[in-house]
């Protein structure tokens, strides 16, 4: 039982360049969602899935896509990397079964766009 | 739209002695949750301990406590007998009562927690 897996984990790109996060739960959770970390800031939340085939966007989302085509898997597809995109890049996975719920998060991904 | 404050970018304390944490939030929603999570250097976040809207008792993990007034949207972290491994940044997360936390967590800016030995 590995987890919220997320590759890689730490990336440079050059503007325009685009790319994709992994982001991959073996404990079968419903939803998954991406956060972005910048310095002095909290993680803010740039999309979310609630299952297979549903995706919605948080506070952030431009500049990014995602799809959900597995409840294992959520990848995060930047279109063409801009240096406001810099930033540490956490994949979470929950369950909730009506009263009782709890977050894992992965361990992070560090970009740099150049 | 959800908002969480974090007035204290760092706080230092002693090895050993009590520190506190504070937190407040703006929401017009009556039924959600409240958490605190650990960030050590190693970026992994951790969770320390989650708070209920709905339940009156203060929500406590070992050393770990919290002082959670609903009227006054405040949401504190209370750690007895500081050891040198809470040395981290500690976030404040809100989020509603919605199913699964689908609409994910709204985060304060943190605050960077120094243990002096």
């Known amino acids: 039982n590995a987890g919220v897996t997320q590759t890689p984990k730490f990336q440079v790109l050059k503007t325009g360049q685009s790319m994709t996060l992994q982001c991959a739960q073996d404990m079968n959770h419903e939803y998954m969602s991406w956060y972005r970390q910048d310095p002095g800031m909290g993680l803010r939340l740039i999309h979310y899935s609630v299952g297979a085939g549903i995706t919605d966007q948080g506070e952030v989302p431009n500049g990014y896509n995602v799809s959900r085509s597995t409840t294992e898997d959520f990848p995060l597809r930047l279109l063409s990397a801009a240096p406001s995109q810099t930033s540490v890049y956490f994949c979470?996975?929950?369950?909730?079964?009506?009263?009782?719920?709890?977050?894992?998060f992965g361990s992070g991904t560090q970009l740099s766009v150049l | 739209a959800q908002t969480v404050t974090q007035s204290q970018p760092e706080m230092s304390v002693q090895e050993a002695e009590t520190v506190t944490l504070s937190c407040t939030y703006d929401?017009?929603?009556?039924?959600?949750?409240l958490f605190w999570y650990k960030q050590p250097p190693s970026r992994q976040m951790i969770l320390v301990i989650r708070?209920?809207?709905?339940?009156?008792q203060n929500a406590t993990e070992n050393r770990f406590s919290v002082n959670f007034q609903k009227a006054a949207k405040s949401f504190s972290l209370k750690i007895s007998d500081s050891q040198l491994g809470d040395a981290a940044m500690y976030f404040c997360a809100y989020r509603d009562h919605s199913g699964g936390g689908a609409d994910g967590l709204t985060f304060g800016k943190g605050t960077h927690l120094i243990i002096q030995p």
């Open positions: 708070q209920e809207a709905y339940k009156q």
């Open positions: 929401t017009s929603e009556s039924d959600y949750y």
């Open positions: 979470a996975s929950s369950y909730w079964n009506g009263y009782n719920e709890k977050l894992f």
